[in-house]
């Protein structure tokens, strides 16, 4: 069991609760400054610290501290239901696999939102221990050497409980993502413009989000407000990149 964290005192206590069957609980920290540590060593779990680079390498580094033959990913505001590690359980007995696709259930703003793109989204999260390996700075991704297969039980992911909670790791993953953006402050601001709106009628019509009432308006506007703020951190970053190369010739 693999947990990434940073400044999660109040979530990673109940995140460990849900696997405490598990045969190892691994924390890797990338530097918190509140209790996220001794509450993790409270509650069982080795805790691990490593600054961070990007995601796929924090979970690739977190992946070589494993013992188990099997290695479940979690984030602290995730949860393991007792249906998911139930049938954790059978998948990694029955041996057929090396790595297990798990559908993930966001609770956005207090509720399940279950349209818009938002449900289910499959990722690799159980793997065979060194089956695996990741990529990705900000949506990490995994790819496994050999038969992957599908499980049926989500897990609940509480990553936004509200919006000023979505704003904050918006301004922190879209710096992420802008650093891998490419291209002049020319193409980099029309993209700015012209790249929101479509991903809109896309998030809350195409994919039905509007099903899910007023959360499913207000995350589809905000994801929308992702692409602009990365394009527009992209911008930023070109322009006073050449505008100091300007000013050292």
């Known amino acids: ?14 995140c460990i609760e849900t696997v405490r069957a ?18 993790a060593i409270a509650h069982g779990a080795k805790v691990a610290t490593r600054g961070m680079s990007d995601f796929a390498e924090q979970r690739n580094y977190a992946a070589s501290l494993a013992k188990s033959d099997w290695v479940l990913h979690l984030d602290a ?14 998948a990694t007995t029955a041996d057929h696999a090396n790595g297990f696709l798990v559908p993930c259930l966001n609770m956005v703003f207090g509720a399940p939102l279950r349209h818009g793109g938002w449900y289910p989204q499959y990722h690799l999260r ?24 599908p499980l049926r039980a989500p897990i609940v992911h509480f990553g936004h409980p509200d919006v000023r909670t979505f704003v904050r790791k918006l301004d922190r993953y879209t710096d992420f993502e802008a650093e891998a953006l490419r291209g002049s402050v020319f193409r980099l601001g029309v993209l700015a413009v012209v790249t929101p709106a479509p991903y809109f009628i896309y998030k809350y019509v195409i994919q039905g ?16 407000f992702y692409r602009c703020v990365t394009h527009l951190k992209a ?3 070109l322009a006073t990149h050449e505008a100091s190369t300007g000013a050292s010739r």
């Open 126 to 149: 159980l793997q065979r221990r060194g089956k695996a390996t990741w990529t990705g700075n900000v949506h990490e991704a995994a790819s496994v050497g050999g038969v992957v297969q």
């Open 235 to 237: 911008m930023e970053r």
């Open 1 to 14: 069991m693999l947990i990434l964290t940073l400044n999660e005192e109040h979530n990673i206590g109940a």
């Open 77 to 90: 505001d995730e949860r393991v239901t007792p249906e998911l590690w139930n049938e954790i359980q059978a």
């Open 22 to 39: 598990a045969d190892e609980i691994i924390v890797l920290d990338s530097g918190s400054t509140d209790r996220t540590a001794e509450v």
């Open 209 to 224: 989000g509007f099903m899910d009432g007023w959360r499913g308006l207000a995350a589809a506007l905000l994801l929308s």
